[in-house]
Nanobody, 121 residues
Framework: QVQLVESGGGLVQAGGSLRLSCAAS????????MGWFRQAPGKEREFVAA????????YYADSVKGRFTISRDNAENTVYLQMNRLKPEDTAVYYC??????????????WGRGTLVTVSS
């Protein structure tokens, strides 16, 4: 059973930065593209960013392009999301999961508890 543990969320003012981490227990972590997703109150979970297993190729939702950067450390089974120039509309619970490359939905059935990001105006 894959376990995903997200961390790094918090309260930040608009324009600020946060760095999220996601630790995965999957032994084949380095074989999967990984993605970040978020769910705002009253809304469906949406795709944010993804990174190839090679750690080089990435793609992003238009709403975060140029502000967020996804990265990974395969030796640590961890994927990161650096979030800069945060906006109030970035407020959400953030989750990670594996993705099919160029896909925008989670691949593993199990989701972590997520980490809450709150951006004040």
């Amino acid at each position: 059973q894959v376990q995903l543990v997200e961390s790094g969320g918090g309260l930040v003012q608009a324009g600020g930065s946060l760095r999220l981490s996601c630790a995965a227990s999957a032994p084949t972590f380095s074989s999967y593209a990984m993605g970040w997703f978020r769910q705002a109150p009253g809304k469906e979970r949406e795709f944010v960013a993804a990174i190839h297993w090679n750690g080089i190729s990435t793609y992003y939702a238009d709403s975060v392009k140029g502000r967020f950067t996804i990265s990974r450390d395969n030796a640590e089974n961890t994927v990161y999301l650096q979030m800069n120039r945060l906006k109030p509309e970035d407020t959400a619970v953030y989750y990670c999961n594996a993705v099919n490359w160029l896909g925008r939905s989670g691949l593993w059935g199990a989701w972590g508890r997520g980490t809450l990001v709150t951006v004040s105006s």
